[in-house]
């Protein structure tokens, strides 16, 4: 991949292709590759998700489960990845995931559809709102060392919904902008991980010993199972691994899309992998003051770390590395939210569906959607007003909910078999394999992350990702049976040929 690609101009087999799917050219086609794979690598952020559950992980587990958990969930995080990939680039529309099922299911498309989406849309807003409440809990504790302003849950949830101001704000400008933000992110994830694994090394007098690093054990959950902890501790990767979607549904933007969506799909992951690990292992090695750190006042063990072992001025330098990652982490999930908002609105299945897949004239940006994305981010994150364990919930609907909708349409493409048509960027026969391997794991981590986190099970201590999902997806499946299975039909068609142009055209006239 040639980072110095820039933005070139739509091809006709990009139009072609999203006419065929029966849509028009509404968003503007200006990202490069490059720009489609950063979107992703921003949202992944191991700069975010990695450093927001690490306090997480050192309790449940601690070094031993989050350093070999990291690669054991990397493997399956790359199957379903390359499966989501291959099936990408036979359609690349911003519809994605639920646009997918409904052309690759065998019967009851139109089902498939509503659920896959629905899956997509709870997981898509939970990931934002964990994205930015731990961009907030950052800023909170940066705020707190300089400033003395507490970090206390009324206090982060305002900072919460101040950065999800922000995020909506600037994605009210148009693609462009977020786009060079986006590649801008990539290279200050990259260089602050160098940076910061880089202080960890040299500036600390002492390190821990790779035993510790490698195979310490730390169960501070109330459970007796080892197993069951190490499991649970697979958290901290399964949900910084999430959101490489985000490429599929930018697909509409992007020049090349059924080649460059599938690349940044894979290509996201791998470059989060190796480094993620890296910067996992750099951190772990620093630890001076493990309960000090796990105890710490900011309610952010990374901070605590970064402070002991480099001293305040230096540690407060790496924290805010790590908070403008995760402020570009929750600018590009908002984008990607949106899109995915704009399209399932755009074929009827949200309430209000007109008014959501509204687009700008000028910009030609979902705006309606954007700020729907994080009104629904702010509202899933309040619990933590009165739970402080609410934000492990919020990231386990984020996991659950992404990689059930991630691992339906690959299902689906198994069952499918030989009758599917693959897209340029195809794996053979590989792809019926590699789809089982992803879809059993899937299976497997929908139970898990809905099982409790810590014993004795309390009204503090409740996972309460199961009722989010029964209240959301609930009513998503009391409206199917009294009402959509009537009428929702799966993505529509907006028209012939000629309508598509003429809807095109007219967008050309008022931009």
């Known amino acids: 991949m040639d980072v110095r690609e820039t933005p070139a101009a739509p091809s006709d087999d990009d139009s072609d292709r999203l006419h065929q799917l029966g849509y ?24 975010s998700g990695c450093l927001t559950l690490y306090g997480f992980g050192m309790a449940t587990g601690g070094p031993a489960a989050m350093i070999w958990g990291w690669p054991l969930v990397g493997i399956f995080v790359v199957l379903v990845g390359l499966g989501m990939a291959e099936v990408c680039s036979s359609y690349p529309t911003a519809g994605g995931l639920y646009y997918w099922a409904a052309k690759l299911a065998p019967r009851n498309g139109p089902a498939w559809s509503w659920f896959t ?24 504790a940066f705020l707190d060392l300089q400033f003395g302003f507490s970090a206390t849950p009324g206090h982060t949830i305002m ?61 501070n959950t109330g459970w007796g ?49 190796v ?23 900011t309610g952010v063990p990374p901070a605590q ?42 074929d009827g299945a949200i309430p209000g569906s007109r008014f959501w897949h509204k687009i700008n004239k000028r910009t030609q940006t979902p705006t309606n959607a954007v700020w729907l994305g994080t009104g629904g ?8 007003l009165w739970s402080k364990t609410a934000y492990f919930a919020v990231t386990s609907i984020a996991v659950v909910g992404l990689y059930v909708a991630y691992v339906i349409p690959v299902f689906l493409r198994v069952r499918k078999g030989a009758d599917f048509e693959p897209g340029p ?24 992350f809905m099982l409790p986190q810590v014993s004795p099970v309390t009204v503090d201590s409740f996972n309460y990702a199961p009722i989010a999902f029964l209240v959301v997806l609930g009513g998503a499946g009391l409206w199917w049976v009294l009402s959509a299975r009537k009428w929702f039909t799966g993505p529509k068609v907006q028209g012939s040929a000629e309508e598509l142009a003429a809807v095109e055209q007219e967008l050309k006239e008022l931009a």
């Open 24 to 47: 028009a050219q509404e968003l503007k086609r200006t990202m490069s590759q490059f720009s489609n794979f950063a979107v992703s690598f921003t949202i992944i952020s191991i700069l």
């Open 117 to 140: 989406g629905w899956f997509n849309l709870i997981g898509q807003i939970a990931v934002t709102a964990g994205i930015d409440f731990g961009a907030a809990l950052f800023l909170n």
């Open 159 to 219: 900072l919460l919904a101040i950065i999800l101001v922000v995020h909506g704000v600037l994605n009210t400008f148009g693609v462009r902008i977020v786009a060079v933000l986006n590649n801008i992110s990539v290279w200050w994830h990259l260089i602050g991980v160098a940076v910061i694994v880089g202080v960890l090394v040299f500036v600390p007098a002492q390190h821990q010993d790779a035993s510790f690093v490698f195979g310490h054990f730390v169960n």
């Open 225 to 273: 199972s080892s197993v069951y902890v190490f499991l649970l501790g697979l958290l901290v990767a399964q949900y910084t691994l999430t959101g490489y979607d985000a490429s599929a549904h930018m697909t509409e933007e992007t020049v090349n899309a059924a080649k460059a969506g599938p690349r940044g799909i894979v290509t996201s992951i791998l470059v989060s992998l």
């Open 275 to 297: 480094a993620g690990w890296i910067l996992l292992i750099g951190l772990t090695f620093a630890i001076q003051d493990y309960d000090g750190a796990l105890g710490s006042e």
């Open 305 to 346: 770390i970064f402070i002991d072992a480099t001293g305040a001025a230096t540690g407060k330098f790496l924290l805010l590395i790590c908070i403008g990652a995760q402020l570009f982490c929750g600018m590009a999930s908002v984008t990607a939210n949106s899109r995915m908002i704009y399209a399932f609105a755009r």
């Open 377 to 384: 981010a702010f509202l899933l994150a309040l619990p933590y």
């Open 425 to 448: 960027w195809s794996l053979g026969k590989w792809g019926k394999p590699v789809g089982i391997i992803a879809t059993a794991w899937v299976v497997f981590i929908f139970v898990l």
